[in-house]
């Protein structure tokens, strides 16, 4: 049995055919893409209405649909009956790409665009600094790109000495970081719950001591005044608890039937994280849009930055003109 057949088709007597059920699944998913929907509420809706998968499971996650979507197959070849016709495969393609262009995602080397995946999201834990990519050796065959804080050269000189990492480092912080919260849901339960319990007892109590005073007819008392001003400050961090909840339900739609990563999601990270902070120990911090961190120490980097501060290395992160 071919184990790399898309959804759609089926093997018969050792010739590829459309298989009649699924290939609905294939057209629809085309279909609703072109209508407006997005890929994960288009996952969502399959896996609820439990609609088979090319492995007959019913899970359905953002990144099969968007394989569905891109997958040139469908519009037949020597091997594969056509299942989507050439002018509504392009169409999507098109709006793929729009949508892409959009949230700044497509990846064009030496532009600012290039730095778009991580920027504004990795950040030096030693001197709080943004990091930028830096690229060295650019347009030669040993061109080699790193993030660095931004303070790691100012007027010349090395100011911050934080550790470099590349993109696929920092893919793989975030793919490591993404497994253990899959791992472990309950990661984002329990904090909030204990939380929000404890401050709206609390609440209550004060809205009670409140009301007493008031009734008592004490309103200039110094303790009403001070009663009211911790009834705000309370409410203030009720309000950001439940702004948690917010994020945690964003991040727990998207983990929906997701398996342990094994390679980089964009839109998974684009979605669930705020920033990863570099330490020089080693250390690097993951933190999710809801608050959650989730901590690393990447001991070999440590090790192999220590001697790496030469002098051919500071002096060559900016861009080299050659005439
Ligand atoms: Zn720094």
Same mark, same amino acid.
């Given at each position: 049995?071919?184990?790399?057949?898309?959804?759609?088709?089926?093997?018969?007597?050792?010739?590829i055919q459309?298989?009649?059920?699924?290939?609905?699944t294939?057209?629809?998913?085309?279909s609703?893409?072109l !209508?407006?929907? *997005? @890929?994960? #509420?288009?996952a969502?809706?399959?896996? /609820?209405?439990e609609? %088979?998968?090319?492995?007959?499971?019913t899970?359905?996650?953002?990144?099969?649909?968007?394989?569905?979507?891109?997958?040139?197959?469908?519009?037949?070849?020597?091997v594969?009956?056509?299942?989507?016709?050439?002018?509504?495969?392009?169409k999507?393609q098109?709006k793929?790409?729009q949508?892409?262009?959009?949230?700044?995602?497509?990846?064009?080397?030496?532009?600012? !665009?290039n730095? *778009? @995946?991580? #920027?504004?999201?990795?950040?030096c834990? /030693?001197?709080?600094? %943004?990091?930028?990519?830096?690229?060295?050796?650019s347009g030669?065959?040993?061109?080699?790109?790193?993030?660095k804080?931004?303070?790691y050269?100012?007027k010349?000189?090395?100011?911050?000495?934080?550790?470099?990492?590349?993109?696929e480092?920092?893919k793989?912080?975030?793919?490591?970081?993404?497994?253990?919260?899959?791992?472990?849901?309950?990661?984002l339960?329990?904090?909030?719950?204990?939380?929000l #319990?404890k401050?709206?007892?609390?609440?209550?109590?004060?809205?009670?001591?409140?009301?007493?005073?008031?009734?008592?007819?004490?309103?200039?008392s110094q303790?009403?005044a001070?009663?009211?001003?911790?009834?705000?400050?309370?409410?203030?961090?009720?309000?950001?608890?439940?702004d948690?909840e917010?994020?945690?339900?964003?991040?727990?739609?998207?983990?929906?039937?997701?398996?342990?990563?094994?390679?980089?999601?964009v839109e998974?990270?684009?979605g669930?994280?705020?920033?990863?902070?570099?330490?020089?120990?080693g250390?690097?911090e993951?933190?999710?849009?809801?608050?959650?961190k989730i901590?690393?120490i990447?001991e070999?980097?440590?090790?192999?930055e220590?001697?790496?501060?030469?002098?051919?290395?500071?002096?060559?992160?900016?861009?080299?003109?050659?005439?």
């Amino acid at each position: 049995m071919q184990t790399h057949m898309p959804i759609g088709y089926k093997m018969v007597d050792g010739k590829i055919q459309i298989d009649k059920e699924k290939s609905k699944t294939v057209k629809k998913i085309y279909s609703e893409y072109l !209508k407006g929907k *997005s @890929l994960l #509420a288009i996952a969502k809706e399959l896996s /609820e209405k439990e609609v %088979p998968n090319a492995n007959n499971k019913t899970n359905w996650t953002h990144g099969a649909i968007g394989r569905i979507l891109e997958n040139i197959k469908y519009m037949g070849d020597e091997v594969y009956p056509k299942l989507i016709d050439n002018a509504t495969f392009d169409k999507v393609q098109i709006k793929r790409k729009q949508k892409e262009n959009q949230l700044g995602r497509t990846a064009q080397p030496n532009s600012m !665009k290039n730095q *778009s @995946l991580f #920027a504004n999201k990795i950040f030096c834990g /030693e001197c709080g600094e %943004p990091y930028r990519k830096y690229t060295e050796h650019s347009g030669k065959a040993s061109e080699k790109s790193r993030w660095k804080c931004k303070k790691y050269i100012f007027k010349n000189r090395v100011l911050c000495r934080n550790l470099f990492y590349t993109d696929e480092e920092l893919k793989l912080v975030f793919i490591s970081a993404v497994n253990q919260l899959i791992k472990n849901q309950r990661l984002l339960d329990k904090p909030h719950k204990k939380e929000l #319990a404890k401050m709206s007892k609390e609440l209550l109590a004060i809205e009670n001591q409140i009301h007493k005073l008031e009734e008592d007819e004490k309103f200039s008392s110094q303790e009403l005044a001070d009663l009211i001003f911790k009834r705000a400050e309370l409410t203030y961090s009720t309000s950001k608890v439940d702004d948690y909840e917010v994020q945690t339900q964003k991040i727990k739609e998207l983990l929906i039937g997701q398996n342990q990563l094994t390679e980089f999601d964009v839109e998974l990270f684009k979605g669930m994280i705020d920033k990863i902070t570099i330490y020089q120990d080693g250390k690097v911090e993951t933190q999710f849009i809801n608050g959650l961190k989730i901590c690393e120490i990447l001991e070999y980097k440590r090790k192999d930055e220590k001697n790496g501060y030469s002098k051919k290395d500071s002096g060559n992160h900016t861009a080299t003109n050659e005439i």
